[in-house]
């Protein structure tokens, strides 16, 4: 009798021992096959290239700019802190990195409504390419500006003295950019205070402000608050429309340094205009004088 109570416990025991193992394993099963459903990768848009070359409407198809302000309802040129809508047409920024450029192309291509052509660097540095890219742009009509590359280690008056003796401004058409993208060791009111040099200079000399080009995070960073005041192109790669810490006038996008573009070799820095933005507000003919 004793051995067969003794066998009785030890199989019971073994029954709930089983069922307990057996659940312990089917409920980590269950936390498997979530913690799997909880972390699986959603598609990610930024891995997708932006390609609006391909679907830019020519400059004929753009319709009327005043109707476009009105059913936005953003007529002031003055920015704010977004979210931004981008519009499908815009413009490019150029240098000696293009080569040489058949401009007739771009031009019969019909979608790049500006461009910036890089012209100086430093204190002594000219692109090689810039006199032929003003000179080709104008013979096709292509509206065309320039940009100053900004070396936040070298005097920004001296750097703008260099600029000014190089650029030709009745050969241009776009207000000229600051590239600002270096911040340097100085401190941030020192280097803010050089980037002041340039502009003064510019503005002394022309009457009218420059466009300031930087990054989203660049401008965030070291340049939110001191230049609010200026036209601004940001640049922010693959990441939705960028949304600037400021209520500055964000006029142009940068959105790809990929770009594809009929008449240039290899790839191009792209921008769109945002909200409201058009042609007209970067032209040096309608800026407001000082």
């Not at 013979?139 to 003295?161: L, M, R, T, W």
């Not at 002394?204 to 990054?215: D, L, R, V, W």
């Amino acid at each position: 009798m004793k051995r067969y109570l003794t066998a009785t416990l030890a199989i019971i025991c073994l029954l709930l021992f089983s069922t307990a193992l057996y659940a312990a394993g089917d409920k980590d099963k269950k936390k498997g096959k979530e913690a799997v459903q909880a972390y699986e990768p959603t598609p990610d848009l930024r891995l997708v290239p932006l390609k609006p070359q391909k679907s830019m409407p020519r400059v004929q198809e753009l319709g009327n700019f005043k109707d476009m302000q009105q059913q936005s309802g953003t007529a002031s040129i003055k920015g704010s802190y977004g979210p931004h809508k981008q519009q499908s047409r815009g413009g490019i920024d150029v240098s000696h990195y293009q080569g040489q450029i058949d401009w007739s192309q771009v031009a019969r291509d019909g979608k790049t409504l500006y461009v910036f052509c890089k012209s100086t660097e430093n204190t002594s540095f000219v692109d090689n390419t810039f006199e032929y890219n003003v000179r080709e742009c104008n013979k096709y009509k292509i509206p065309v500006g320039c940009y100053h590359f900004f070396n936040p280690q070298i005097s920004g008056a001296a750097q703008f003295e260099h600029f000014k003796r190089t650029v030709d401004m009745s050969k241009l058409d776009v207000v000229p950019m600051l590239d600002v993208e270096v911040r340097g060791k100085e401190s941030l009111e020192a280097f803010q205070a050089n980037i002041r040099q340039w502009i003064k200079g510019f503005e002394a000399t022309y009457h009218f402000k420059p466009i300031i080009y930087a990054s989203l995070h660049f401008y965030n960073k070291y340049l939110a608050g001191a230049f609010d005041d200026y036209i601004y192109m940001i640049a922010k790669y693959g990441e939705g429309t960028p949304n600037p810490q400021g209520p500055i006038p964000f006029a142009m996008w940068q959105y790809t340094s990929s770009g594809s573009v009929s008449g240039i070799r290899g790839r191009v820095d792209m921008s769109c205009f945002i909200d409201h933005f058009d042609v007209k507000d970067i032209l040096i003919k309608n800026q407001r004088k000082l």
